[in-house]
């Protein structure tokens, strides 16, 4: 009898445990370290227990993403966090996870004595993303400094991180607003990594966050980019605490073994370079923080972004159902 009722309970977790597995997740993300730890995800099968497949799709531009996030295809996004604020005051039903991404920007020059924003005055500058949040935030930063960053800039604006390196690598500017793993790719194909050279042709100056927190008087963070849930997640609880818990152990992972990290995405993204990946894993600062955990920094931020150009959040603060629970 005894053993009759184990076996009963034993076909009963079985079919309530087949149950709760959905048939596919897709995770998305763009070519940017947000998404690195999904790829880990999809390699390792660290959600075998909630799904029968799960697939990374590389978003590559904003209109991709877009099309992603209307035909609904997408369970699981990366997205900067300025980009889930907007969809969500534009009506998609999306709401934040997590934050994971708190420093990634920064400048490249070839003046080794240009440290900080303000050193930059006068200089011509390659920006990525005209009126989105690299540029954004490093207006905010020099009006803090009493600097105008129309006037006291030259300010070439180009579509991508990417643009802006190969103007550089090309020579045709001399500094450059660049995302990481952009600044790590572009020393090491200029030959400026500083183990290598004695003379480099390119320098790292300030990251962005650094200054960021000088001038606001704040710690040195940025909630930049993190993992959003796209959807009704009515029922879906279980998947995505799943989902949480399996993104901070690969984003651990990935911190910890650069060089396996760097090879494995670069297999899945062959538009990045393994060397300046790795290099570039330890530059970026990685944390990942619960979207209520982090409520308080991102409402910050998002205060600073609307006040410069409310378009980039949709126009208002989102309320609090954007913060999933």
């Given at each position: 009898?005894?053993?009759?009722?184990?076996?009963?309970?034993?076909?009963?977790?079985?079919?309530?445990?087949?149950?709760?597995?959905?048939?596919?997740?897709?995770?998305?993300?763009?070519?940017?370290?947000?998404?690195?730890?999904?790829?880990?995800?999809?390699?390792?099968?660290?959600?075998?227990?909630?799904?029968?497949?799960?697939?990374?799709?590389?978003?590559?531009?904003?209109?991709?993403?877009?099309?992603?996030?209307?035909?609904?295809?997408?369970?699981?996004?990366?997205?900067?966090?300025?980009?889930g604020a907007n969809l969500y005051n534009k009506g998609i039903d999306i709401k934040l996870l997590n934050v994971s991404v708190w420093g990634i920007l920064g400048l490249l020059t070839r003046d080794k004595n240009l440290k900080t924003l303000?050193?930059?005055?006068?200089?011509?500058?390659?920006?990525?993303?005209?009126?989105?949040?690299?540029?954004?935030?490093?207006?905010?930063?020099?009006?803090?400094?009493?600097?105008?960053?129309?006037?006291?800039?030259?300010?070439?604006?180009?579509?991508?991180?990417?643009?802006?390196?190969?103007?550089?690598?090309?020579r045709r500017v001399d500094h450059a607003l660049l995302a990481e793993p952009a600044i790590s790719i572009a020393l090491r194909k200029t030959g400026s990594f500083p183990l290598k050279l004695v003379a480099p042709d390119l320098y790292r100056?300030?990251?962005?966050?650094?200054?960021?927190?000088?001038?606001?008087?704040?710690?040195?963070?940025?909630?930049?980019?993190?993992?959003?849930?796209?959807?009704?997640?009515?029922?879906?609880?279980?998947?995505?605490?799943?989902?949480?818990?399996?993104?901070?152990?690969?984003?651990?992972?990935?911190?910890?073994?650069?060089?396996?990290?760097?090879?494995?995405?670069?297999?899945?993204?062959?538009?990045?370079?393994?060397?300046?990946?790795?290099?570039?894993?330890?530059?970026?600062?990685?944390?990942?923080?619960?979207?209520?955990?982090?409520?308080?920094?991102?409402?910050?931020?998002?205060?600073?972004?609307?006040?410069?150009?409310?378009?980039?959040?949709?126009?208002?603060?989102?309320?609090?159902?954007?913060?999933?629970?």
């Open positions: 009898m005894f053993k009759t009722s184990l076996m009963i309970l034993g076909i009963l977790s079985g079919v309530l445990f087949a149950e709760s597995k959905v048939d596919k997740l897709v995770l998305a993300g763009p070519f940017a370290t947000v998404s690195h730890p999904l790829i880990h995800m999809v390699e390792s099968g660290a959600l075998k227990d909630v799904a029968k497949e799960v697939e990374f799709r590389l978003w590559k531009n904003p209109d991709e993403l877009r099309a992603l996030v209307l035909k609904g295809e997408v369970d699981f996004i990366a997205v900067p966090t300025n980009v303000k050193d930059f005055k006068g200089k011509e500058i390659a920006m990525p993303f005209r009126s989105d949040m690299p540029d954004i935030i490093f207006e905010e930063i020099v009006k803090r400094y009493g600097l105008d960053p129309k006037k006291d800039f030259k300010l070439r604006y180009v579509a991508t991180p990417i643009d802006a390196m190969q103007l550089l690598i090309m100056s300030n990251m962005l966050e650094n200054e960021w927190g000088e001038v606001f008087k704040t710690e040195a963070k940025i909630p930049e980019a993190g993992m959003a849930y796209l959807g009704k997640s009515e029922g879906k609880e279980h998947i995505i605490r799943r989902f949480l818990e399996a993104y901070k152990s690969s984003l651990a992972w990935y911190k910890e073994n650069p060089k396996e990290a760097s090879k494995m995405v670069v297999k899945a993204i062959p538009m990045l370079e393994a060397e300046g990946l790795e290099d570039s894993i330890s530059r970026v600062q990685l944390e990942a923080v619960l979207a209520q955990e982090a409520k308080t920094s991102l409402q910050f931020f998002f205060d600073v972004l609307q006040q410069n150009n409310p378009k980039v959040i949709g126009g208002k603060q989102p309320s609090d159902g954007f913060y999933y629970q």
